[in-house]
């Protein structure tokens, strides 16, 4: 691992690095022609490149690249680890923001642009770690492999899964760190730091709506497909899906530190969903029912028809469910069923997207090294094995086989609440403070566990 002395001039470059992936503004609408990873692929291969490390680039269409960066171990039996971020960042409406999301400004102790927190903060990070490790002379026993990835945010299939299906050799690991976790809760006396080692589904739906077209100045008992949309988009708004409360939930709940009366009610079946309804913070209120509901967010509506005057005869809208584990394709037929009611027979729903839960179990190498490394600064805390309600790549890399984390290392200082509001909201910003933790953690993580 680096020497502590060049601790400061790491964070530096990882701030540095950061603002230069968020001005690349790779941003990835979902279309085959956005993302421009390669963008920050060219950056992130500078930064890897030099002795003892071998690079490999895979671009399965022209501007998405994927790095590779590997320091070979010396032991073709141990265990390898794989540090591995994505490079695409989600669409911004700029009018929103305090600042540029574009502009990677350093403001009051921050890193302001889309991406900072989902997920270039740690890209950043791991690339530099990486680069000092191998600077120092490191000579893993297992492999140490760096992957910077195309296509996170829409779904993998031009990056990680494209990967897996063509070139699982080069991102084959024993071990995975990715996107999310290190926040930190509990009590002063008993603080807890979660780390990710489970996600839900996630089974996109397209809906279709049809309806019969017509002149819009006569629209009395006509077949307005817009009509049935609006009511197909209400009722999944209004669907509650009854809560389902894993050993993870339990875990997590448990972790907060909260008074006896809340933590009971968040353990209750029958409790749950009024305490959530009551709770003052909308963020902490959408981020905990995630955690124990099968959720439905209509997000995407589009018509074949472009003008004012014509009554549509077709809707389409695109849903985002995410699953809890155990829950697979019939269990979201079921689910849309029960919310669509009478209008479900109105609908042709098609799959856009079907992956399941993932988990990976903690009685691991890995799990420990996370627990020696985040004790360094916070002697006492203790790690928190937690579910994460959006989907990584962690997943593919589980099909494969791998122990896959969420890690990453934050400021006690920061807001779990608001921290997750920045996912995909305005004003995404991630402080210095977290940079220097983050870089420091995956240094020792990797010089503990690979030797």
């Known amino acids: 691992m680096p020497d502590e002395r060049d601790l400061d001039r790491s964070t530096a470059r990882t701030v540095e690095l950061l603002q230069t992936l968020i001005r690349n503004e790779c941003v990835n609408d979902g279309t085959v022609e956005s993302g421009f990873e390669s963008r920050n692929a060219d950056v992130l291969e500078q930064v890897i490149a030099g002795p003892g490390v071998a690079i490999e680039r895979f671009e399965p269409v022209a501007g998405r690249a994927s790095i590779v960066g590997r320091i070979e171990g ?9 540090l ?9 409406h700029a009018e929103g923001w305090r600042h540029d999301p574009f502009g990677g400004e350093l403001i009051d102790g921050e890193v302001w642009g889309r991406g900072a927190v989902d997920m270039l903060n740690l890209t950043a990070s791991m690339a530099v770690a990486f680069r000092d490790l191998a ?9 140490l492999i760096y992957l910077a990835v195309a296509d996170e945010e829409s779904g993998s299939a031009h990056g990680a899964r494209w990967m897996a299906d063509n070139a699982a050799d080069a991102i084959r690991a024993d071990y995975v760190l990715t996107e999310n976790g290190g926040l930190h809760s509990g009590t002063p006396d008993a603080p807890v730091v979660g780390i990710n080692v489970a996600e839900k589904g996630v089974a996109w739906r397209r809906l279709v709506i049809r309806g019969t077209p017509g002149h819009g100045s006569m629209p009395f008992r006509k077949d307005n497909a817009l009509v049935t949309a609006a009511g197909v988009v209400q009722r999944l708004a209004e669907y509650r899906p009854a809560p389902r409360l894993t050993e993870l939930w339990r875990a997590r709940v448990e972790a907060l530190g909260l008074d006896a009366e809340t933590t009971r009610r968040l353990l209750d079946v029958d409790e749950i969903d009024a305490l959530l309804d009551e709770l003052p913070s909308v963020d902490a209120a959408a981020h905990l029912h995630a955690c124990t509901h099968t959720t439905f967010s209509p997000d995407l509506i589009a018509g074949d028809t472009m003008k004012t005057n014509v009554i549509p005869d077709r809707v389409v809208v695109e849903v985002d469910v995410r699953t809890l584990p155990g829950e697979g394709p019939d269990e979201v037929a079921e689910h849309l069923r029960a919310a669509l009611g009478d209008l479900h027979d109105a609908v042709e729903v098609t799959s856009m997207m079907d992956d399941v839960a993932s988990t990976s179990r903690t009685d691991t190498a890995l799990w420990d090294a996370l627990g020696r490394a985040v004790a360094v ?6 790690l928190s094995p937690q579910l994460v309600v959006g989907f990584t790549d962690a997943r593919i890399h589980r099909e494969m086989g791998a122990v896959a984390y969420g890690a990453g290392l934050f400021s006690p200082e920061l807001d779990a609440a608001e921290f997750g509001a920045r996912f995909h909201g305005h004003d995404e910003r991630i402080d210095v403070d977290s940079l220097a933790l983050t870089t420091r953690l995956w240094g020792r993580v990797a010089t503990d566990l690979l030797g």
């Open 74 to 82: 010396s032991d073709p039996g141990a265990p390898s680890l794989c």
């Open 377 to 382: 600064p916070f002697p006492g805390a203790r």
């Open 84 to 92: 591995m971020g994505h490079t695409d960042v989600v669409p911004v």
């Open 135 to 143: 600077d120092s002379g490191l000579r893993p026993t297992g492999d």
